[in-house]
Structures are given as C-alpha cells and as structure tokens.
C-alpha cells in the first residue's frame, strides 16, 4: 500500500512539472508575427451579424461550408468578450444595407486585383468607424471546400477587428496571406491568438463605451 502511494505521488509531480513546463513554453501572442495586427473597423459589441448570401451564386455545399465558418466565430463570442454572433439570414438579390448586416458574394476578385482573392468591404460604419453593415466578395473561381472556408474565417476577421499579417508564421493566424485563389492558408478557424488579439480590441471598445455613457450621465 505504502509502494502505491509512493508511485501516486511521483506521478502527480511529473503531472505538475509537464503542466509547468507547457504554461512556460505557451506561446506569447506578439503583432505581426504570430499574432495580427488591430484593424482600423469592427462590429459593435454584442452584435448579432444577420449574415446574407447573394441568390445563386453559392452551391448548397458551399453555403455549409460558409456557415461552418460563421459558427467558429460564433462559438468564441464569449471567450474573448466580443459578444458578436452570426446567423444566416437568407438569399438577396442586392447587398444588404441594414443595421449589423453583411452580404456574402461572389465577383471577378483576381482578375480586378493581381494581388487579392477576396475582399471585406465596410458598407457603413458609425461616426467612431464602428462597422453598421458591409459585404464580402469571394471570386468565383474559388471553389475548394477548405480554401472557402479558410476565406470565409478570414474575411471575417476583419470584422472582428484584425488585419492582415503576411509576416506572420504560418498556420499561426486565420489571417496569414493565400498563396493561390483556391488555396486554403492552413487554417479554417481563428488561432488562439488571434482570439487573444479579439479579446484585447473588445474590452478596449467596451471602456470606451462604458466611459461615454458615464459623461452623457
């Protein structure tokens, strides 16, 4: 009996010094190399995004694959704070101007920009450059299950407010660059640190907002 004690306690140290060592090697989230940088618009906190895809443009696979994207955002909304959700809000012939609104299309994205696939468009924005509605354009030629839906949780993390990082590592943010129209970057849902860099902008954004309803007071 004492022998089995003895082999419970050794184990719980290795268990505490493996813990140890892992909160020692967790990666520090640093701008522009594994983490992005803060882009200059973002949704409102606790927004629920009312999400619209453009009529026949999108197979019923590809809208799947799109709403997979939506719900990875979705399910972070309370670990970093944000409070922002998205739903499916149906078919459009038109972009949708409505209040937190975002229309998903499709348009000749390369082919207009050697340099880009895919495009987060602010539509309207609050005179504190707080996103009210906007769009997002994938081109048509990007097809592949993985590569649409590493587009989608890119684009929508502009809207989350974070900005390209080319520089970053690779596969260590949603937002590293594409190497091709069809090609996924690695990764299909927002990084640790990239929800770290969410969590920051947010619960800045609600100071700010707290501080302005104690002067209106």
Same mark, same amino acid.
């Given at each position: *009996?004492?022998?089995?004690?003895?082999?419970? @306690?050794?184990?719980?140290?290795?268990?505490?010094?493996?813990?140890?060592?892992?909160?020692?090697? @967790?990666?520090?989230?640093?701008?522009?190399?594994? #983490?992005? !940088?803060?882009?200059?618009?973002?949704? !409102?906190?606790?927004?629920?995004?009312?999400?619209?895809?453009?009529? /026949?443009?999108?197979?019923? /696979?590809?809208?799947?694959?799109?709403?997979?994207?939506? $719900?990875?955002?979705? /399910?972070? #909304?309370?670990?970093? =704070?944000?409070?922002?959700?998205?739903?499916?809000? =149906?078919?459009?012939?038109?972009?949708?101007?409505?209040?937190?609104? +975002?229309?998903?299309?499709?348009?000749?994205?390369?082919?207009?920009?050697?340099?880009?696939?895919?495009?987060?468009? !602010?539509?309207?924005?609050?005179?504190?450059?707080?996103? +009210?509605? #906007?769009?997002?354009?994938?081109?048509?030629?990007?097809?592949?299950?993985?590569?649409?839906? =590493?587009? *989608?949780?890119?684009?929508?993390?502009?809207? *989350?407010?974070?900005? /390209?990082?080319?520089?970053? $590592?690779?596969?260590?943010?949603? *937002?590293?660059?594409?190497?091709?129209?069809?090609?996924?970057?690695?990764?299909?849902? !927002?990084?640790?640190?990239?929800?770290?860099?969410?969590?920051?902008?947010?619960?800045?954004?609600?100071?700010?907002?707290?501080?302005?309803?104690?002067?209106?007071?």
């Amino acid at each position: *009996m004492r022998r089995k004690n003895i082999s419970t @306690a050794l184990l719980s140290l290795i268990l505490t010094a493996i813990q140890m060592v892992n909160a020692q090697q @967790a990666e520090t989230c640093v701008a522009n190399h594994n #983490a992005p !940088p803060v882009n200059a618009y973002y949704w !409102p906190p606790d927004t629920n995004v009312k999400v619209y895809f453009k009529r /026949d443009v999108f197979t019923v /696979d590809q809208r799947t694959i799109l709403l997979a994207a939506m $719900k990875t955002w979705s /399910d972070s #909304a309370s670990d970093t =704070g944000a409070g922002i959700t998205f739903s499916y809000a =149906g078919e459009v012939d038109a972009l949708a101007d409505c209040r937190g609104c +975002l229309t998903v299309t499709r348009r000749e994205v390369y082919k207009d920009d050697r340099k880009h696939y895919a495009f987060f468009n !602010p539509l309207r924005q609050a005179s504190d450059g707080l996103l +009210l509605s #906007a769009w997002i354009d994938f081109d048509f030629a990007t097809t592949k299950a993985k590569a649409l839906q =590493g587009f *989608m949780a890119h684009e929508l993390g502009h809207g *989350m407010g974070l900005w /390209d990082c080319t520089s970053c $590592k690779k596969h260590k943010t949603v *937002m590293n660059g594409f190497s091709g129209i069809n090609n996924d970057n690695g990764l299909v849902a !927002p990084s640790e640190c990239d929800l770290e860099v969410v969590r920051q902008v947010y619960q800045l954004q609600r100071r700010v907002d707290k501080n302005i309803r104690v002067v209106k007071k």
